[in-house]
DNA sequence: ATACTAATGCGACGTAGGTCGCGTTAGTTG
DNA sequence: CAACTAACGCGACCTACGTCGCATTAGTAT
């Protein structure tokens, strides 16, 4: 699978890479986006079960051995989707107090996953990563990422002294949030807002009592 | 898909079956266990990706049109091989101690899940069950039955004046073992024993506080 | 402007996944 | 023990996914 390769070579508009060998000129980055686009939109429409390269294809005004050339199948398609999304920015609440950023970000989660006009794309999105191997390494990398970001509401509270230096953030960030995605995406139990609220409590909770400290407890 | 219909009524070599309309009797239920054994040693030699319904029958000596027929494609069988598992009980930590009940708990997930003799099999099932929607849903049916049996521990510290009598049993559970799913499943970040006692400790940290309650907080 | 070459478009092809109808086997019923 | 029928075996068949070689387009370099 030299796919892979490509696709991690094949980064978006990026300046930079006008240097190397590649040519990502006009026409790659926009058959890029105009893919990913079609593959969000059918995931979104017609769910992973239903996702067919020949639909996307069709949809973006792409041959089809473009896209087994570039991306490898379908699953590349959404790991590179996945990719795309992490690239984004994300809003990191900042309310200068610790408990109530916190408990934004899982309330931020929650609303994302649940709210009818916003939950479609990143649960199917997020759904289809996790059904194959090479979505599941964008997943990683994905989760890797917001986690850093968000790891800065903790860095920002400990230089107030709202929470002790030794608290690992991102665990912390992990904690927050972990319980919502385990209940979407593996046991599929029903989310609702007291839970969003219990996991950031239960989270500052446990950092508050030195359980997620970065040394080894 | 009325192969889900025939899923759900053919139950393992179920005694009461006998008096339905139906021929649990010894064909169908060989035929049955000789199929989820193959696909479990499919599922644990190759992995979900190289997974194939014609391997799987040649191994168990079944035709392929009875799969079809039977489970309706490899996402069944997984599914039922789930469905088996979730049947079979498992062994409920019982110190007398609920902090330790918690954290043998957590432990016994971990080490499931990541020594080298053990964790292949469940690991390739329980990630072969993420990838499909019949199979999606015999996890979440998995889980709540691995919930509800485990919740005993909390049952038996209630009644021991260890934990406060309000406090939500499945909530607590889920909560101590939540967190190494997410890693395993979902972040696919490394597991480790500290990982495993910490989210026992928070759990029970939480549910001290009254985070867990069954009325709302 | 002209030559160069990645990258895409194109359509035919091979193959594996899945289906269908019918004959056969093996529990079940009386 | 004999008739009955649900479930399985069998093999042909069909669809669709993925591949391949070559022609064409569109950035890039001089």
Redesign the pocket.
Known sequence: MQALK?LES?LPNDPKA?KT????????A???TDMVTATLAELTEKGYDQL????I?HR???????????W???DGLIADALALSADQPWPIPDTGNVDEDIQLLALEVYTTFTDPDLRTTPTALIGAALRSTLGAAALSAFFTARHQQAAEIVTRAVKRGQLPASVDPVELVRAATAPLYHRLFITGEPLDEPAAHRAAAAALLAARASLFDAAAP
Request: charged share 25%.
């Open positions: 490509r094949t006008a060998g590649t040519r990502p000129g006009g026409r790659s926009r058959v890029r067919t390269v020949d639909a294809c973006a005004g792409v041959h089809k051995a473009t896209v087994y050339r570039r490898g199948g379908v």
